[in-house]
């Protein structure tokens, strides 16, 4: 039965709603940014306004956003590399070995979850203030900085670790039959059987590095390293700059995550049913 | 080529003993198959072989070697696993293949075997296909390509054909028979269907609970079982058991709960009151008149036909009986009629050790 037009009406109008709540502000943003009229604060507008690229260009090279954007790309990119290498081997040794002592490692992992980034904000300050013997320095304002706190991180350590238990115990003993040392097993048969699952961590763990805040606002102190996160929060209280120049800004810090997850997004779903639908 | 020989064999799992001092050789060249209900052990005993699980005493040698210590990489063994365990994510070249690009042969040695093996398995066609575009037959092939590919000592077989439909089993039985014929590398096959024991090995070693109950060539256990659980585990239709008890001057044997009496075979000296088991095979039972000396009445239970053989399930009073014979049966539910066994084949063994008592 075809439903009336009343009820098809209030169903379209339910849509509008939704529509305008969530894509609203992402909307306002492009607009805002294309516009060349300066907006005043509570102004929203529903069409560009005197259209220009200039906001982007203001951003992008007068303001340096470029920089900021080098900085987190690097930070993501290494960290992301890192954070899947590392998770993709201690999820092998979970899913894969046993032994003494696998279900404490479990729990410490699983540790790192449970606290808040702000309660470890002050010790990690710490460690990572902490001069190396020898060479007598430290990591505090490097990238490294950035980069090694975010390497193990326990979401795809565990997303890993279920796909890879999935992997049928007799691939692996064909394997080692086959001659296969314990690297050739897992870098050619466990590896790419969990592809999919690798694809969602990638984008998870590239989105969680790249929206990193407050660990770059610890452990950088050299405005030439923060990262493109840290930078809006800076010229979010700069009162020299539009909030047209504002928002292009943000749409440029937004623009990588977009990219990566256009990229892997066939992986990505992949990934997310698999996760779904196994026993 | 390699012989295989176990010697003393026990493994553990905790406090769980699941191989009991196994030993067993296997000739170079031979056919062997390892055969018993689930739990008995036998896969642990392959994977023992192969090195996939460690002793917990004893020695395991192939091809003379001592290999109890080492890894399943260093045996020189290859394995047809249950599940195919074919690479997923690789082309069937690239399963075949897998072992030799590990040992970073020339890559024209590992087209050149590669393509052989698949000429001889029927597979060129499939070479770039991956895993799941196969049917259950072709996966099993590609799994069996794969082992002879690396032309290995010791072929070992874990109940490669459990997953196929019953035609296709025995169609791919005879293809593991021919390619034995031809390869004539020891192989060991696990199974629990003694009709895939009975056609493909020359030589079968029946476990039970850990422990070898029997080693013989299939006619050696079919005829000559040395207890009753080989007796019951080898032949379909299974053998009809009769409890009985050696009557008066050990001149017949008298079936428990019943006036079945039979006359005792020739060669057997048996103490009179000594409790037996009677082991009759279903084809060693024929037809006779009613009231005829040594017969069996019965009343027809059932019949089972599957064309060329006919089984008849009949109630008697010593038990439920199977009969079967090449001939058809107009025989129906209820029918009675009388039965008696050759008294020659009979098989007769101690009710308390379950041996087989032997004929003097």
């Known amino acids: 039965m075809q439903p009336s037009f009343a009820v098809r009406a209030a169903r379209i109008l339910l849509y509008l709603i939704i529509l305008a709540i969530f894509v609203g502000p992402f909307w306002g943003i492009i607009v805002t940014a294309l516009s060349g009229l300066v907006i005043k604060p509570g102004q929203l507008l529903l069409l560009p306004v005197q259209p220009t690229l200039a906001n982007f260009k203001t951003a992008l090279i007068d303001m340096q956003v470029w920089r900021y954007l080098l900085n987190s790309l690097v930070v993501a990119i290494l960290g992301t590399a890192l954070q899947v290498a590392v998770s993709a081997l201690a999820a092998y040794a979970l899913a894969r070995r046993r032994f003494r002592g696998a279900a404490i490692v479990s729990l410490l992992v699983l540790s790192t979850m449970m606290l808040p980034e702000e309660v470890i904000s002050i010790p990690l300050y710490l460690v990572v203030q902490a001069r190396f013997p020898v060479i007598d320095a430290s990591i505090y304002n490097t990238y490294a900085a950035m980069i090694l706190p975010v390497v193990g991180w326990a979401f795809s350590i565990f997303m890993l670790t279920e796909f890879m238990r999935a992997v049928p115990k007799e691939l692996e003993e064909a394997a080692r039959i086959d001659g296969a040392n314990e690297w050739q097993i897992f870098a050619n048969v466990v590896l790419p059987l969990v592809r999919p699952a690798l694809g969602t961590v990638v984008i998870f763990g590239f989105i969680m590095i790249w929206d990193q805040y407050l660990l770059p606002l610890v452990v950088v102190s050299d405005k030439q390293l923060f990262t493109i996160p840290v930078m809006l929060g800076m010229l979010r209280v700069d009162e020299t700059i539009t909030p047209n120049v504002f928002v292009a800004a943000t749409l440029l810090a937004m623009a990588p995550t977009i990219i990566c997850y256009l990229l892997l997004q066939k992986q990505f779903n992949r990934g997310i049913m698999a996760g779904a639908v196994k026993g | ?360």
């Open chain 2, 1 to 360: 080529m390699g012989a295989v020989s176990l010697k003393g064999v026990s493994k553990s799992f905790g406090a769980v003993e699941v191989i009991r001092n196994v030993s067993v050789e296997i000739a170079e060249g031979e056919f062997c198959v390892l055969i018993g209900p689930s739990g008995s052990g036998k896969s642990t005993l392959l994977r023992i072989i192969a090195g996939l699980e460690d002793v917990t005493d004893g020695e395991v040698r192939i091809g003379g070697r001592d290999v109890t210590e080492l890894a399943a990489k260093e045996r020189d063994i290859a394995m047809v696993f249950q599940s195919y365990a074919l690479y997923p994510q690789m082309t069937v070249r690239e399963n075949m293949s897998f072992a030799l690009r590990l040992k970073h042969r020339p890559k024209d040695e590992i087209r050149r075997k590669t393509d052989e093996v698949a000429q001889m398995l029927g597979l060129e066609a499939l070479l770039d296909r991956l895993p799941k575009e196969l049917s259950g037959g072709q996966r099993q092939r590609v799994a069996m390509g794969r082992a002879i590919v690396r032309d290995p000592s010791v072929f070992l077989f874990d109940e490669p054909l459990s997953n196929l439909d019953a035609k296709l089993r025995t169609q791919v039985r005879g293809e593991i028979r021919d390619l034995h014929r031809r390869i004539g590398t020891t192989s060991v096959y696990v199974t629990h269907d003694q009709v895939e024991a009975m056609t493909m090995g020359q030589k079968i070693v029946v476990l039970r609970d850990g422990r070898v109950e029997q080693v013989g060539t299939p006619l050696e256990l079919y005829d000559r079982p040395d207890s009753v659980f080989v007796a019951g585990f080898i032949g379909s239709p299974a053998i009809n058991m009769l409890p009985a008890m050696v009557g008066p001057e050990a001149k017949t044997l008298h079936a428990a709960r019943s006036e079945i009496v039979l006359p005792m075979p020739d060669g057997y000296r048996l103490e009179s009151g000594r409790e037996v088991l009677i082991g009759i095979r279903p084809e060693h039972l024929e037809t006779v008149a009613a009231g005829a000396a040594g017969s069996i009445v019965c009343a027809v239970d059932a019949v089972e036909s599957t064309g060329s053989d006919t089984t008849v399930i009949c109630d008697s009073p010593a038990g439920k009986m199977l009969v079967s014979s090449k001939q058809r049966s107009q025989a129906r539910t209820g029918d009675l009629f009388a039965l008696r066994p050759d008294g020659e084949k009979l098989l007769i063994f101690d009710k308390a050790s379950q041996a087989r008592i032997v004929r003097a």
